[in-house]
């Protein structure tokens, strides 16, 4: 599952994550006579594609257009219909996602009902192929790992936040991962933010140094450090977007370039233009004609537990 590196997902180990497409994909096609009124016993994640549909959820108005997605929680009635005159079209999925394999863990987050896809341009043609692909009765491997690339679109663009109360009562080993997991979230979403760090490490339920131990020991940085790298990483998009070195410093927040590339460097273990140079050379193909001796000392300028968070 590498589609979970690098977002809301990406700390907690795939073998912890259990998904479950309780049903064939849904393929929406609604005229203007369409309604339904019920409710899941299972999480369903739904897709406009063309049209609009409106929802009434638990009473709260929603209306639904292409690349926007909704999620209605397990339980939740809801009324849906097409008011207009054209065809709704999209894909409706009822699904569980469990941590530790027994505990739902879509109910450990804070997440917005309804976004608009941010990604949706590369989303689009993925979210048709899953309608066409889908077979009529039956689930297959393809549709679990679509789905997850979806489902992980949709988590990243409506996380909130981790509830406050969990909704069980997790001991040992698993508590303290999900507390990890939770202050990886926290700092991930705001790494600009001067005091997330401690932040983070302050909501875990802990004693504070032995949480710091025990968060480097799963991280492989401090909460402090994995925030200057996750700093990091954003300007790395800035660059890779074609940015100037200054332009991405003041980004993430250095108004000093020359300090921004010798954190950078200390950080990701290459300075922002040699970053750069290996990118363009990766472009055009010339890593290829690296042997395994100069492969090697190119990995190796990279800081320990760099890999583990790619």
């Known amino acids: ?22 049903r064939a994909t849904i393929r929406m096609e609604h005229s203007r006579t369409w309604q339904i009124d019920k409710s899941n016993q299972v999480d369903d994640l739904i897709i406009c594609l063309e049209g609009q549909g409106h ?3 638990d009473g709260e108005a929603r ?32 699904f569980s996602l469990d941590i530790y394999g027994r505990h739902n863990l879509v109910a450990q987050m804070e997440l917005r009902p309804k976004v608009h896809l941010s990604r949706w341009a590369l989303l689009e043609p993925l ?10 009765s039956s689930v297959t491997l393809g549709q679990h790992h ?16 981790w509830t406050d ?36 490490t302050d909501a875990a339920p802990y004693n504070r140094d032995y949480f710091l131990r025990e968060f480097q020991k799963r991280v492989g940085r401090t909460p402090r450090k994995y925030q200057e790298f996750k700093r990091m990483e954003r300007a790395m998009h800035f660059l890779e977007a074609g940015q100037s070195v200054a332009s991405a ?24 233009r040699d970053h750069m140079r290996k990118l363009r050379r990766s472009q055009h193909g010339n890593l290829l004609g690296f042997d395994e001796h100069e492969q090697e000392e190119l990995l190796s300028a990279q800081p320990d537990g760099l890999g ?3």
Do not use: C
Not at 69 to 88: K, P, S
Not at 173 to 196: F, R
């Open 249 to 272: 410093a003041a980004e993430v927040g250095y108004s000093d370039p020359f300090y921004f590339s010798r954190m950078f460097k200390r950080t990701l273990g290459l300075s922002p």
């Open 127 to 136: 979210v048709r192929h899953y309608r066409q692909s889908a077979p009529p």
């Open 55 to 57: 929802y009434l959820v």
């Open 146 to 161: 679509l789905f997850m690339v979806l489902l992980i679109a949709f988590i990243d663009d409506a996380f909130l936040g």
């Open 1 to 22: 599952m590498d589609e979970i590196e690098g977002g809301i997902l990406s700390s907690i180990p795939p073998a912890a994550l259990q998904l479950n497409l309780t």
């Open 63 to 94: 209306v639904l257009e292409p690349g926007d997605a909704m999620l209605i929680y397990r339980g939740q009635r809801f009324v849906g219909w097409n008011e207009q005159a054209t065809t709704y079209r999209g894909v409706a999925q009822h």
């Open 308 to 310: 583990e968070q790619h």
């Open 165 to 200: 109360r969990p909704s069980f009562q997790s001991d040992g080993t698993e508590a303290l991962d999900l507390a990890v997991m939770k202050a990886v979230t926290m700092i991930s979403a705001n790494p600009l933010d001067p005091d997330i760090a401690g932040k983070a």
